[in-house]
């Protein structure tokens, strides 16, 4: 089992800045490729982000590619999503994933964090 648990959500203004962060426990971390996802209320879950177990690959929705980067620290069992540039409609729960290919295919992840709410006010 892994557990994950998403911080650094909250409330912002378009244009502004946050960061997230999905600390893990449990079976090795390295071992997992992340991934972010959201959902907006009334629409479903829609791929953000996504990072090999190493780093070295990452993939980016259209619609965040340019404003939003996905990393991770293996000796912190940590990854991020630093979002900039945020506007309204990136208002979501946001939550993080491990499985075994930073793909944005909800099935290929197994462990899946509680999310963390971002809220930007245009």
């Known amino acids: 089992q892994v557990q994950l648990v998403e911080s650094g959500g909250g409330l912002v203004q378009a244009g502004d800045s946050l960061r997230l962060s999905c600390a893990a426990s449990?079976?090795?971390?390295?071992?997992?490729?992340m991934g972010w996802f959201r959902q907006a209320p009334g629409k479903e879950h829609e791929f953000v982000a996504g990072?090999?177990?190493?780093?070295?690959?990452?993939n980016y929705a259209d619609s965040v590619k340019g404003r939003f980067t996905i990393s991770r620290d293996n000796a912190k069992n940590t990854a991020y999503l630093q979002m900039n540039s945020l506007k309204a409609e990136d208002t979501a729960i946001y939550s993080c994933?491990?499985?075994?290919?930073?793909?944005?295919?909800?099935?290929?992840?197994?462990?899946w964090g509680q999310g963390t709410q971002v809220t930007v006010s245009s």
């Open positions: 990072i090999s177990s190493g780093g070295g690959t990452t």
């Open positions: 449990g079976r090795t971390f390295r071992n997992y490729a």
């Open positions: 994933a491990a499985g075994n290919a930073p793909t944005n295919l909800r099935a290929r992840y197994d462990y």
